[in-house]
């Protein structure tokens, strides 16, 4: 494909290859120096969360809650991290495994978290503000809630599957 596609292009379709590289290089260049402010927004949002305690302490208030609709509060940081940054998300669900092994319901569940939601706010940062766009209009609830939603499907899933 790396050979063929560029061959195709060049001696059938008569696109000057190297040319179309470059331009289209520069381009994406130029996209990644616009979206730098909003990524770094970001991180820094999601490294203040984490150091404030703030995550301890709301994990602290709601973990009876929780406990009481069968959602593992072990889990709670993830759902609430998965959003904001794929990378601190990992990081999480590499702990859930590392603490409770990886046959655990909660691991399991965590797995299948990480896999049924989406880094919601990295993806409209990078996404709107490469196209410079300020107002993401229903874009955002409707992506919270589609996370929500496979936050919520994941324990019941897990739990119907496994126990």
């Not at 970001?42 to 602290?60: K, P, Q, Y």
């Not at 609709?69 to 940054?85: D, H, K, T």
């Amino acid at each position: 494909m790396l050979v063929g596609i560029p061959f195709y292009g060049l001696v059938v379709k008569k696109i000057k290859v190297y040319e179309s590289f470059v331009e289209g290089a520069k381009d994406g260049f130029t996209i990644a120096v616009r979206i730098i402010p909003y990524l770094v927004a970001i991180l820094v949002a999601i490294g203040m969360f984490r150091a404030s305690g703030a995550l301890d302490m709301l994990l602290t208030i709601l973990s009876p809650i929780l406990t009481a609709i069968g959602f593992p509060p072990e889990n709670l940081p993830l759902a609430l991290m998965r959003p904001l940054s794929g990378s601190g998300s990992l990081g999480l669900l590499t702990d859930l495994v590392n603490h409770h092994g990886t046959d655990s319901l909660v691991s399991k569940i965590g797995a299948t978290m990480f896999g049924s939601t989406e880094t919601t706010f990295y993806v409209l940062a990078v996404y709107f503000g490469s196209v410079g766009i300020r107002r993401s209009r229903h874009a955002l609830p409707a992506g919270l809630i589609a996370d929500a939603v496979g936050v919520f499907s994941a324990v019941y899933i897990c739990r119907l599957l496994i126990g």
